[in-house]
């Protein structure tokens, strides 16, 4: 029979659940909940004792014993100790165990992969040493840059429902939700009065720190429990152009957050709570994709900004890909960023998977929208992260003088340590690959 095969397992369960009741009894009046099992306090040892039939050994001698397990799964008392175990705690408390369990469960996770972290250093992905400046990478077709390799599998589908039919996810996304929403604030705070990071330096650094240790807290909610960075960012002093590949939301935070908070391009009219005193305390540079002049004058600050030798002038973050790939090759590069031909610091962002890439190329290449993402980052025991910070370059003659050639070095650099291809793909091959597409929903296209 299905009861006796697996009668080990549900006398495991019934002794964790006597166990979690001793755990809620403590600091409790002595005989509390003895009283509601209709028991004194000093008649027995407990709850224990009270399942085994007053035998303070019994559970040593039920467990080796299978037969024993049956029989006290049989037993019509069990049904009535169920229903007094129960009844002996409010809501209330029931609800604060539930939660702590999750906590703990959340927690052993974020110990068990910094550990294992602490032991295996290496990364996962990124290529360390110099080889990255005169290897070729391989240069792959439009179908493999344009496409997803991760759909939904049957593993997948059992994180799913674990996640879901035991509200962990429920309290990720609260988590996410609440320290994100923090650090945003922090963030709009580093700039209230008009302050910024020059005149008030203490204030800035105060409340930056404040919003970098609630991001941390944020990223925990999507499964990142700890940041694997290789190499040292470039100080004000050194360059001002940071550049960096495009998988998804998450890195372009992280390298914000990692890189003390430099200057970014964003679209004008961004309505996100708090984002507006960001931008303005990290100096952003406002366009409208949609007006050539804004264009014009977005390229012009930009240019303006990577020739500043103040070397208080705020750092530059560009993102030249244009739009978010799919890690098994980088996009074709702008070369807004290269045109001053000033040196720049590339950052290399890796995430390493085996079952869900965190990429956002949209439902027209087979991956998720917005929302899917964010639930199957979710649904993940752990997602992981690489950082490679490389030696500030400094482009040649020729490099100078062609902004294209520059570009497109720098994209095979970058894809060398990414272990990935480089394709001459654009945010237009999205656009083009959405109207030719059976998916009518609009938010399958990655970002621009």
């Given at each position: 029979?299905?009861?006796?095969?697996?009668?080990?397992?549900?006398?495991?369960?019934?002794?964790?659940?006597?166990?979690?009741?001793?755990?809620?009894?403590?600091?409790?009046?002595?005989?509390?909940?003895?009283?509601?099992?209709?028991?004194?306090?000093?008649?027995?040892?407990?709850?224990?004792?009270?399942?085994?039939?007053?035998?303070?050994?019994?559970?040593?001698?039920?467990?080796?014993?299978?037969?024993?397990?049956?029989?006290?799964?049989?037993?019509?008392?069990?049904?009535?100790?169920?229903?007094?175990?129960?009844?002996?705690?409010?809501?209330?408390?029931?609800?604060?165990?539930?939660?702590?369990?999750?906590?703990?469960?959340?927690?052993?996770?974020?110990?068990?992969?910094?550990?294992?972290?602490?032991?295996?250093?290496?990364?996962?992905?990124?290529?360390?040493?110099?080889?990255?400046?005169?290897?070729?990478?391989?240069?792959?077709?439009?179908?493999?840059?344009?496409?997803?390799?991760?759909?939904?599998?049957?593993?997948?589908?059992?994180?799913?429902?674990?996640?879901?039919?035991?509200?962990?996810?429920?309290?990720?996304?609260?988590?996410?939700?609440?320290?994100?929403?923090?650090?945003?604030?922090?963030?709009?705070?580093?700039?209230?009065?008009?302050?910024?990071?020059?005149?008030?330096?203490?204030?800035?650094?105060?409340?930056?720190?404040?919003?970098?240790?609630?991001?941390?807290?944020?990223?925990?909610?999507?499964?990142?429990?700890?940041?694997?960075?290789?190499?040292?960012?470039?100080?004000?002093?050194?360059?001002?152009?940071?550049?960096?590949?495009?998988?998804?939301?998450?890195?372009?935070?992280?390298?914000?957050?990692?890189?003390?908070?430099?200057?970014?391009?964003?679209?004008?009219?961004?309505?996100?709570?708090?984002?507006?005193?960001?931008?303005?305390?990290?100096?952003?540079?406002?366009?409208?994709?949609?007006?050539?002049?804004?264009?014009?004058?977005?390229?012009?600050?930009?240019?303006?900004?990577?020739?500043?030798?103040?070397?208080?002038?705020?750092?530059?973050?560009?993102?030249?890909?244009?739009?978010?790939?799919?890690?098994?090759?980088?996009?074709?590069?702008?070369?807004?960023?290269?045109?001053?031909?000033?040196?720049?610091?590339?950052?290399?962002?890796?995430?390493?998977?085996?079952?869900?890439?965190?990429?956002?190329?949209?439902?027209?290449?087979?991956?998720?929208?917005?929302?899917?993402?964010?639930?199957?980052?979710?649904?993940?025991?752990?997602?992981?992260?690489?950082?490679?910070?490389?030696?500030?370059?400094?482009?040649?003659?020729?490099?100078?003088?062609?902004?294209?050639?520059?570009?497109?070095?720098?994209?095979?650099?970058?894809?060398?340590?990414?272990?990935?291809?480089?394709?001459?793909?654009?945010?237009?091959?999205?656009?083009?690959?959405q109207k030719g597409s059976q998916d009518p929903l609009s938010e399958g296209v990655a970002p621009s």
């Amino acid at each position: 029979m299905l009861l006796e095969r697996h009668s080990h397992l549900l006398g495991g369960i019934i002794t964790m659940l006597l166990l979690v009741s001793r755990i809620l009894d403590y600091g409790r009046p002595k005989g509390y909940a003895a009283k509601c099992m209709n028991t004194t306090a000093a008649g027995g040892a407990g709850w224990m004792d009270d399942a085994f039939g007053g035998d303070s050994q019994g559970a040593h001698k039920v467990e080796s014993h299978p037969d024993g397990w049956l029989s006290t799964l049989r037993s019509p008392q069990l049904a009535r100790r169920a229903i007094c175990f129960l009844s002996s705690y409010t809501w209330g408390e029931l609800f604060l165990t539930y939660l702590i369990l999750q906590l703990i469960f959340l927690n052993l996770l974020l110990l068990v992969e910094n550990i294992r972290d602490l032991i295996f250093r290496a990364p996962r992905v990124l290529k360390l040493g110099n080889s990255y400046l005169t290897a070729k990478p391989t240069r792959v077709d439009r179908k493999t840059a344009l496409s997803y390799d991760t759909p939904w599998c049957l593993y997948e589908r059992l994180k799913m429902v674990f996640f879901v039919f035991t509200g962990l996810i429920v309290l990720r996304l609260l988590i996410l939700v609440v320290f994100a929403t923090t650090s945003l604030a922090m963030m709009s705070v580093c700039g209230l009065g008009g302050r910024n990071r020059y005149d008030n330096p203490v204030w800035f650094r105060v409340f930056s720190t404040l919003a970098y240790t609630a991001f941390c807290i944020a990223s925990t909610g999507v499964g990142f429990y700890n940041f694997k960075v290789f190499g040292r960012f470039a100080s004000r002093e050194e360059c001002k152009v940071l550049i960096g590949n495009h998988s998804c939301i998450y890195e372009v935070c992280l390298l914000f957050a990692l890189t003390d908070y430099p200057a970014f391009v964003t679209r004008k009219g961004n309505k996100l709570p708090f984002f507006t005193s960001v931008e303005r305390v990290s100096e952003a540079i406002q366009v409208d994709r949609e007006a050539v002049e804004s264009r014009r004058r977005a390229a012009e600050a930009l240019r303006a900004r990577a020739k500043n030798k103040n070397p208080n002038a705020p750092q530059l973050i560009v993102f030249p890909e244009g739009t978010t790939a799919n890690q098994r090759a980088l996009f074709m590069f702008r070369k807004g960023a290269m045109e001053p031909g000033e040196p720049l610091q590339m950052i290399c962002v890796s995430f390493p998977y085996k079952y869900f890439n965190p990429c956002w190329n949209g439902r027209c290449c087979g991956g998720n929208n917005f929302f899917e993402l964010l639930f199957r980052l979710c649904i993940q025991f752990v997602n992981r992260v690489e950082v490679r910070a490389l030696p500030v370059y400094t482009p040649t003659e020729e490099e100078r003088n062609d902004p294209t050639i520059y570009a497109n070095h720098c994209q095979e650099m970058m894809a060398n340590v990414l272990r990935c291809g480089i394709s001459n793909c654009t945010y237009a091959d999205y656009v083009a690959l959405q109207k030719g597409s059976q998916d009518p929903l609009s938010e399958g296209v990655a970002p621009s």
